[in-house]
């Protein structure tokens, strides 16, 4: 199975012009996972929210032709696609040509849809979306609801992740609270370039001491991991430390090479959040 190391992040990469799904690198979760004590089907269910600002094709014509790109990657898929990978596939579209912009989608949801499940006994489908230009100007921003933690004063001196400055109230009646943050920071796991994100928690049960998860959410800002990793591993924190009953971890993190990645993990089926970019993305 592919490793992170064997991927073409940090290394000088050419970009074909011409459509090659082959430039597409997945990556299996399962060893993080194993790393944060998931083995086998983990605690909570989800999906990895990808916006693609850098879309574009060629008409039967020539013309060329602009999208923004949502693809949707369930969790449950037993890869990761390597971000790198993804720019560079979605790249190669520029110089081909495509009869419309649904026979893009239809190329990318299936091509996508077989890197993530790439092992597994059947396939699994991603859900892709484009928005032509026409819609480009009602799409929304909006920072992520919740009580800002980021309010707090509180002194950082942890910068690699903590999990034992999570504490909650597990003597005092349950509640249900959402909470936000602007500081999530990590690196990237190959090449330590920076990650920055903002992280919204949903949770019904004891309730988690804010003081201490600010901290716990800062302590992340020298850890190399991917942003999947990086929720996930925050996710399993809060759900053995913490031990809410309902659990959601969303995180959404500033674009690079024309891509934003979103993670969403929750204990309880329920929608995706919409698509709503904040401003830093």
Avoid at 137 to 148: A, N, T, Y
Wanted: hydrophobic residues 35%.
């Amino acid at each position: 199975m592919n490793t992170p190391e064997q991927s073409l992040l940090g290394k000088r990469s050419a970009y074909a012009d011409q459509y090659n799904a082959a430039l597409l690198f997945p990556i299996a979760r399962a060893g993080k996972r194993a790393e944060i004590g998931i083995a086998g089907q983990p605690p909570f269910f989800g999906a990895d929210l990808w916006t693609a600002y850098e879309l574009g094709w060629l008409n039967p014509r020539g013309k060329p032709q602009v999208a923004l790109a949502h693809v949707t990657m369930p969790c449950d898929t037993p890869n990761i696609v390597e971000s790198k990978s993804f720019k560079l596939y979605l790249n190669s579209f520029n110089n081909t040509h495509f009869d419309s912009a649904e026979a893009v989608r239809e190329r990318i949801r299936a091509d996508v849809g077989e890197a993530v499940s790439r092992g597994a006994a059947q396939a699994t489908s991603v859900g892709v979306k484009l928005l032509l230009p026409d819609a480009f100007d009602r799409q929304p921003m909006h920072e992520l609801d919740g009580l800002s933690l980021d309010r707090l004063d509180v002194e950082c001196t942890r910068y690699t992740p903590a999990p034992e400055l999570l504490r909650a109230s597990f003597g005092e009646p349950p509640v249900s609270e959402v909470l936000a943050s602007n500081l999530l920071k990590s690196n990237c796991l190959v090449t330590g370039q920076p990650d920055w994100g903002s992280v919204q928690i949903a949770y019904s049960g004891p309730q988690i001491d804010q003081e201490g998860l600010l901290q716990y959410l800062v302590s992340f800002r020298n850890h190399n991991e991917f942003h999947e990793q990086c929720v996930e591993r925050i996710f399993m924190d809060l759900w053995t430390r913490c031990k809410p009953v309902k659990l959601t971890v969303y995180a959404r993190y500033t674009r690079r090479g024309g891509l934003d990645i979103n993670p969403w993990r929750t204990s309880h089926p329920q929608a995706p959040p919409p698509s709503v970019r904040t401003a830093r993305q």
